[in-house]
């Protein structure tokens, strides 16, 4: 697993009016803080950016509310123990969980449900409209044979 992953698996607790699921708890040990919280509707088969993004300064955490995705992961962090790793990862309706992708890691995710994905991101730091914590990359540039 590429260094400072972590993923949570969580319970979905149903009763005749449907279900409760918490997602993340302040107290959840992988937790670094709270910055914003976003959804994001996604397409089916559609790749979100089409491009690697990646922050410097703060941690996402995944979660796939409504259909499926894969996450593609890269760590180009080089000081890292696991410098170059490519990983994959499906989050989905019927096992949820939580993907904490840290900051410097790579990633990309691509709905592979038949219907559009909602994505729900809690990240560490609110986003800055002057100063953007987002930066981009072309897949094939670092790794020229990526295949979903």
């Known amino acids: 697993m590429i260094a400072g992953i972590a993923i949570k698996n969580l319970s979905k607790h149903n009763d005749q009016r449907g279900y409760l699921m918490e997602i993340i708890r302040a107290d959840d040990d992988f937790f670094n803080g709270f910055g914003q919280f976003y959804a994001a509707?996604?397409?089916a088969g559609e790749a979100r950016d089409g491009q690697w993004h990646y922050h410097r300064g703060q941690d996402d955490y995944f979660c796939c509310v409504q259909g499926e995705i894969k996450v593609a992961l890269y760590d180009r962090r080089r000081t890292s123990k696991t410098f170059g790793k490519l990983e994959f990862y499906v989050l989905?309706?019927?096992k949820p969980r939580v993907l904490k992708i840290p900051r410097?890691?790579?990633h990309?995710?691509?709905t592979i449900s038949s219907k559009p994905s909602l994505l729900i991101n809690m990240t560490t730091r609110p986003y800055n409209t002057s100063k953007p914590d987002e930066f981009r990359l072309p897949i094939k540039k670092l790794v020229p044979d990526f295949k979903w």
């Open 41 to 43: 509707e996604n397409l």
């Open 92 to 94: 989905s309706e019927l």
């Open 104 to 106: 410097g890691v790579l």
């Open 108 to 110: 990309i995710y691509k």
